[in-house]
């Protein structure tokens, strides 16, 4: 994988051959690799923060290489992976800082890079985290796309935040239960009831602990709920003052193959 390192020096050409107005651009892009390190390229306009999830379910175009403004973003992102939390240290890092404005996500496959799977437009707006998700291609069919704008305020003291973000067509309709690890669903409310896919959930503000979240097929009967399940996120650790997303995804095999779900930290 190309190395911030590496992209920091080709920025510097880049500056020279483009402009001062196209660097500005790059520099953003690749100016911290995390959210915490400090580096000579620090961006020096207003900026948003910006992550991307691979959750494209045709196998024959995964991984893919996301592009942002003409540079890397990462490279080999497999399905139900993020960057630039996937990227190799000391670049980790939850979100990547981006100069305000209309942006373009090209994203290509990785085994053959002259393929192009989408071109996500996108704003980013001063101090806004956002998340693209690449959704779809089940079949063969196109990859499409799904932007949460992130809220990552401090949770209440000595709480937690977590959310769910429904992105599996082939489950439709959802009741998400939130609950203890050996909560009986027959007794259970529904923590957010009739979730529709493409939804991303408000957030919930809990007690840390350890958590089991949920997804069974909306209005299910509750003696029918646990035969019914889709997705099951057990031993889910939520710290204080942290906060998580969930992401119910169809399976890599397409629509209607089993629900897959994954946690992302968000601060």
Not at 108 to 113: E, V
Not at 119 to 124: M, P, Q, S, T, Y
Not at 190 to 202: D, M, N, Q, Y
Request: aromatic share 4%.
């Amino acid at each position: 994988m190309t190395s911030f390192t590496t992209i920091r020096s080709r920025l510097v050409a880049h500056r020279l051959r483009a402009g001062l107005a196209a660097a500005l651009v790059s520099l953003a892009v690749q100016a911290c690799g995390t959210t915490e390190a400090a580096g000579p390229l620090q961006p020096t306009q207003p900026v948003g923060r910006v992550r991307f999830v691979n959750l494209i379910v045709d196998n024959a175009r995964n991984p893919v290489n996301p592009i942002l403004e003409g540079l890397p973003f990462g490279a080999g992102v497999a399905y139900g992976a993020s960057v630039p939390a996937s990227l190799a240290a000391p670049n980790t890092g939850i979100y990547a800082p981006i100069y305000v404005g209309n942006r373009t996500l090209l994203l290509r496959r990785t085994a053959d890079t002259t393929v192009t799977l989408a071109n996500i437009a996108f704003a980013v707006t001063a101090d806004q985290d956002r998340t693209i998700y690449a959704t779809g291609g089940a079949g063969g069919g196109a990859v499409t796309n799904f932007i949460t704008t992130d809220d990552n305020q401090a949770p209440a003291a000595g709480q937690v935040r977590v959310r769910v973000v429904h992105l599996s067509p082939g489950a439709g309709s959802v009741d998400i239960f939130v609950t203890g690890t050996t909560t009986d669903l027959a007794t259970a409310t529904p923590t957010l009831p009739a979730v529709a896919p493409t939804t991303a959930s408000a957030y919930l503000s809990v007690a840390p602990g350890t958590y089991r979240v949920r997804v069974v097929p909306a209005g299910t009967a509750p003696a029918a709920r646990a035969a019914a399940v889709a997705l099951d996120v057990n031993n889910l650790v939520l710290p204080a003052n942290g906060a998580r997303t969930i992401i119910a995804a169809d399976g890599t095999v397409g629509v209607g193959a089993a629900v897959r779900g994954f946690v992302l930290t968000d601060r």
